[in-house]
């Protein structure tokens, strides 16, 4: 499975941002799917993900902030951003678990936010 994360660029503090991660596979051969992210010189966190049944979890650092949804009509999935914080600057990354495989990930999209 290939994936394409986009989306990313400079928002000030306070304001929204939906990151995108075009997926080459169908969404019925995957089990579960979300994002990471890893600031600059820091450990990669994960940021929310999406399992098979559509049941969202989050970073408590994010939670009520973000959200994750999914379009398997676009074999896409989303990552809503809102009320950005500087702390959310960071390399986002995508991921799918495909069903019998490991993990795939996608590029990494920067997203910088200006206080």
């Known amino acids: 499975v290939q994936l394409q994360a986009s989306g990313g660029g400079l928002v000030q503090a306070g304001g929204s941002l939906r990151l995108s991660c075009a997926v080459s596979?169908?969404?019925?051969?995957?089990?579960?799917m979300g994002w990471y992210r890893q600031a600059l010189g820091k450990q990669r966190e994960w940021v929310a993900s999406?399992?098979?049944?559509?049941?969202?979890s989050y970073a408590d650092s994010v939670k009520g902030r973000f959200t994750i949804s999914r379009d398997s009509a676009k074999n896409t999935l989303y990552l809503q951003m809102g009320s950005v914080k500087p702390e959310d600057t960071a390399v986002y990354y995508c991921?799918?678990?495909?069903?019998?495989?490991?993990?795939?990930w996608g590029q990494g999209t920067q997203v910088t936010v200006s206080s």
């Open positions: 991921y799918v678990d495909p069903l019998g495989r490991a993990r795939d």
């Open positions: 999406i399992i098979r049944s559509g049941t969202p």
């Open positions: 596979g169908s969404f019925s051969r995957i089990n579960n």
